[in-house]
């Protein structure tokens, strides 16, 4: 997996390429939490070139959620593929994270 982090006008982007699973989740983590140390409060996760997720990265995903949230921050996920929003419908997560088709959308829900 590779995370490639931007900063647009509205929101940190992090483009994932790959699979966030067990094995890489914790580098996940890491980087999203050092974001968050540097200071943002907005961050918009790209799985355009997701290839698939695992209960360890929706785990990341509430994790970061959670933290946004309690500092008054926002989280928005968009670009999934067919896989990957199999599994974010079957884990109810779909219905609990801000999820938009593309990046367009999902910034200007900012």
């Known amino acids: 997996m590779e995370i490639s982090i931007r900063k647009t006008d509205e929101a940190c982007v992090l483009d994932f ?3 966030l699973d067990t094995n890489t989740s914790i580098d996940a983590e890491k980087s999203i939490n050092s974001l968050m140390e540097e200071g943002a409060d907005r961050i918009l996760f790209n799985f355009a070139d997701l290839n698939f997720i695992t209960s360890s990265g929706l785990r990341v995903l509430l994790s970061t959620a959670k933290k946004l949230k309690a500092s008054g921050g926002k989280m928005k996920i968009c670009g999934l593929n067919q896989t990957v929003q199999e599994v974010f419908d079957i884990s109810g997560f ?15 829900a900012f």
Request: proline share 0%.
């Open 17 to 19: 390429s790959g699979n």
């Open 94 to 108: 779909g219905s609990i994270l801000s999820l938009a088709a593309n990046e367009e959308e999902a910034l200007a």
